[in-house]
């Protein structure tokens, strides 16, 4: 056998060979998205009535992330009692459209990530997939990075929320609805301190979702990149030809992480659409309120929230459009 085909044998090889898991690749992005029932793991367990399947088993962490589903729905029904019969077309109901806009989105965000994580989909599909050493470097490095970011952008969110809810009068009492809008209250600070324990649910139902689902797309780009480099070698080393054998593997191994990226797909393609719809309905919105409504934005606080939502908005479109775009590009390369 000759040096050539020692050193294809051992590309081949290398494209084919995967070490360690996604999960743990994934590890700090997917703590921190347990802490708010983002994600979770069921167990399984061999059933006796049916020989060889398996059953998964309910956990602590399984009814956290049912409880704070339920939270969020709770608090989308809650929220549509913003309005009242004396709203007029204007600024105060473009936000408060806005505002519910925001709150179904991470709803149905949250929704999505805990039906994957109940099925165990998820999982499954991070257990199986196997990294080799320099893509498992890549993907650990920005799941550190953007849980990073993540959890700043939380603290600034909630420092947003605390300043609005107690050390204003009353300028994010709307967020307390029904109360102080249609049920009056001398002393909104029990209410206030609810409402700002859930806008963390809320900020990372909106955020986390989106870091992962970008990650993901990152990650998977870097394998297709990886196949398509070992591809053009072989064209490189053979004069333009590639032996059957080889293209058939390349192949193969394309069509491996293709049915892995379909499967994350399936799991994830709710959230990804909420949060398209979501922000591009906020975003328009924001614009029209710069437009139309730009004299009536002059207190400090105003500017600089509004600044903040749409610096928020206009990166979590271009994320979640990017990563589908990255996707798509880097399926289509070796099709």
């Known amino acids: 056998m000759s040096s050539e085909s020692v050193t294809m ?6 494209v084919r060979r995967r070490e360690t ?3 743990d690749c994934l590890r700090p992005l997917l703590a921190s998205m347990k ?6 793991v069921r167990q399984t367990e061999a059933a006796d009535i049916i020989p060889g399947r398996k059953w998964r088993r309910c956990n602590a962490w399984m009814i956290y992330g049912m409880f704070v589903v339920a939270l969020l729905w ?3 029904v809650r929220i549509f009692s913003i309005f009242t019969p004396e709203d007029k077309f204007g600024l105060d109901i473009l936000t408060k459209t806005m505002t519910v806009i925001w709150v179904i989105q991470c709803a149905i965000s949250q929704t999505a990530f805990y039906a994957s994580s109940h099925r165990g989909t998820l999982q499954d599909v991070f257990m199986r997939k196997k990294l080799s050493d320099d893509c498992a470097r890549y993907v650990r490095r920005m799941a550190i990075v953007y849980t990073t970011v993540t959890w700043l952008i939380i603290v600034v969110s909630s420092a947003f929320y605390m300043y609005g809810l107690f050390f204003t009068e009353g300028f994010m009492n709307i967020m307390l609805t029904p109360l102080d809008i249609h049920v009056p209250i001398e002393n909104p600070l029990v209410p206030s301190i609810f409402m700002y324990l859930l806008t963390f649910y809320l900020v990372a ?6 870091a992962m689902t970008f990650l993901l797309a990152m990650a998977f780009r870097q394998q297709f990149t990886r196949l398509t480099k070992a591809l053009e070698c072989r064209l490189d080393s053979q004069g333009g ?13 394309h069509k491996k992480i293709s049915v892995t990226l379909g499967n994350i797909d399936g799991c994830l393609m709710f959230s990804n659409a909420a949060a398209f719809c979501g922000q591009l309905a906020c975003f328009i919105i924001l614009l029209y309120k710069i437009i139309f409504f730009h004299v009536l934005i002059s207190d400090a606080l105003d500017i600089t929230i509004f600044v903040f939502w749409m610096v928020l908005v206009t990166l979590g479109l271009i994320f979640t459009t990017a990563g589908g775009i990255i996707i798509n590009e880097s399926v289509s390369a070796l099709d």
């Open 74 to 76: 709770i608090n989308v």
């Open 9 to 14: 044998d051992a590309d081949i090889e290398v």
């Open 205 to 210: 139902a909106h955020i986390f979702p989106q």
């Open 35 to 40: 802490l708010f029932g983002l994600y979770f």
């Open 21 to 23: 898991p996604l999960t």
């Open 241 to 253: 030809r590639v032996e059957d054998v080889e293209f058939e593997s390349i192949r193969h191994e």
